[in-house]
């Protein structure tokens, strides 16, 4: 173990322990910023990420070893059946060997005293332990909510972080944790139907990839790939799925859990977007089928783990090469997802998710869904729950007081403008900026960025719209004078002087202002100008003011971008 590890879970251990209460900023952070690393952390830290009392004696269930479907109506029995089928296939993540790399100690094999069932293999042990685990959580939420394939992946990396060994009582922190996911970030997948899921991708997905990068946006469309087909396992298993390496897969699940509900849908972007990925995209035939193949093995750049070496598929029945400690998921990575994180950040900061909805409407493509579908039944499109936002726990009654009262703190209410939770200047000073963008409360609510791109186009916009304003009442000037010959109409229109030529009513006109000024109206003519002028001025300088009241609006950034 290195020294810059040992002071990481020393950290992590530290914020872990705070009293009277945990900074749930500073925990998220870390979350981002290199994840919980051991099982033993992840046990104390994904529960209060998710608002959970671990104190709570209710957690403790003794009777979820095994799932009895005659107690319930609900989960239906399609649904067990299906789940049956799913946790019999399941081996990664589960297998309680070093194939999945974790060599924390709560991954050692359970000892033969440990108290279970008669079971031929560890592995069949964890297969029971994790159709009980997903049957349960569907039987809790009441039919609310269904099951689909890949769930068994994200409950695998549940159990398997929460419950790595055999326990009368190990279930219920699970059940617990995955039950309030399920009810927030996995909500739209597990309706009855996709819908809700696929029209969420397709208005979030595509439009940043567009706003990110317009060449492999226009190159996908030229292949016909219309429809974020390709992306779906991502944002069903979290990445699970395609990243075989449980160690991995919980390093990502550390960031989702600390982040927005379509942090997944910023890391699958910026997983699209890094270079070594889009010199591939682009390389590619706009071929829909082998666009589609390209694009939905994207990650195996970013962990080798389950992948044949040289043809680059999976190999489900393969075991896991280790060397001198190191997975193949170590070598010839070219995409870490570290990186891919601190990527999704950036994006995030500069279209946070309260502006997806503005950026879909730009393409014209999406104007009939977003007409049509009812984006206010999308979960992933709502302001995230409070739980996600809170910034201490467990002191739940007092968690929006700041005990420093020596400092008078002004705070930024959080965007979405729900809920009693609050951004403040001393969590920004904190450090914890990451963490609050990916909360989706950052960007122009408060984040650095969003400020000084703002301030300089406000700079801009009032340099602009002075020079134009100076420039027009210097024309309105020019246009007055030009119009003075009007005048001469006045001292000889019509009459005996009506044949006379322009010249000499000008020389007679300037003769009587001079012989007898109050004969001549060339004052209120005056007067009159400066009036017309001076009323262009302000005109303006209103229009100024307001072309920089419009920039400073909240909504400004999109269209700047």
């Keep these: 173990m290195t020294v810059c590890s040992s002071r990481r879970k020393r950290e992590i251990q530290e914020c872990l322990t705070e009293t009277p209460s945990v900074d749930l900023w500073r925990l998220r952070e870390l979350a981002l910023k290199g994840g919980f690393m051991t099982d033993s952390l992840r046990k104390s830290a994904w529960p209060k990420l998710v608002g959970i009392d671990t104190s709570d004696e209710s957690i403790v269930r003794p009777d979820l070893y095994t799932f009895d479907a005659e107690k319930s109506d609900t989960p239906s029995k399609d649904e067990i059946a299906q789940v049956q089928r799913d946790v019999r296939r399941c081996h990664w993540h589960i297998q309680p060997t070093e194939s999945n790399l974790d060599t924390s100690p709560q991954k050692r094999v359970p000892s033969e005293t440990a108290t279970a069932p008669a079971s031929p293999t560890p592995l069949s042990q964890n297969r029971t332990r994790l159709n009980a685990l997903i049957n349960t959580i569907l039987r809790d939420s009441s039919g609310t909510l269904k099951y689909y394939q890949g769930y068994h992946d994200v409950a695998a990396v549940t159990l398997s972080a929460l419950s790595p060994s055999y326990s009368r009582d190990s279930l219920g922190l699970a ?108 390389n590619v035939e706009c071929d829909f089928a082998e666009m589609h193949n390209v694009l939905s093995r994207l990650p195996k750049h970013s962990c080798r783990t389950g992948y044949d070496a040289e043809e680059g598929c999976y190999d489900d029945n393969s075991t896991v090469v280790v060397r001198n400690g190191r997975g193949l998921e170590d070598e010839d990575v070219h995409v870490p997802f570290q990186e891919l994180i601190d990527t999704a950040i950036s994006y995030m900061r500069q279209i946070p998710p309260r502006k997806l909805l503005q950026l879909a409407k730009r393409c014209h493509q999406l104007r009939p869904i977003l007409k049509t579908s009812k984006i206010s039944s999308i979960t992933l499109l709502q302001p995230p729950p409070d739980w996600a936002l809170a910034p201490t726990i467990p002191n739940t009654n007092n968690h929006h007081i700041i005990r420093h009262k020596r400092h008078r703190i002004s705070s930024i209410d959080i965007n979405h403008q729900h809920g009693p939770y609050k951004v403040t200047h001393v969590e920004l000073s904190k450090g914890n900026s990451d963490a609050i963008t990916a909360s989706g409360s950052g960007g122009s609510g408060g984040g650095d960025f969003n400020g000084r791109k703002m301030l300089i186009w406000s700079g801009v916009v009032v340099i602009v719209a002075i020079g134009v304003a100076w420039v027009w009442s210097r024309r309105g000037a020019a246009t007055a004078v030009d119009e003075k010959p009007g005048t001469v109409d006045w001292l000889g229109g019509g009459g005996a002087d009506s044949g006379r030529n322009g010249h000499e009513m000008i020389n007679d006109a300037v003769g009587t202002c001079r012989n007898k000024p109050s004969l001549c109206p060339a004052s209120d003519s005056g007067k009159t100008e400066n009036n017309v002028t001076t009323g262009r001025k302000k005109k303006w300088v209103r229009a100024a003011f307001q072309l920089v009241r419009i920039m400073l609006e909240s909504d400004a950034e999109i269209v700047v971008l």
């Design 175 to 282: 059940v617990a944790v995955l039950l309030r996911l399920s009810q927030s970030h996995f909500r739209d997948a597990m309706q009855p139907d996709f819908e809700s899921l696929t029209t969420a991708l397709k208005i979030t997905l595509l439009p940043l990839i567009a706003a990110f990068d317009s060449s492999i946006y226009h190159h996908m469309q030229k292949a016909n790939i219309c429809e974020p087909f390709f992306a779906i396992s991502w944002i069903l298993t979290w990445f699970s799925h395609e990243v075989k390496d449980t160690r991995v897969a919980k390093r990502l699940f550390d960031a989702f859990i600390a982040a927005h509900p379509l942090f997944v849908v910023y890391v699958s972007v910026a997983m699209i977007c890094h270079p070594f990925n889009r010199e591939i995209i682009l």
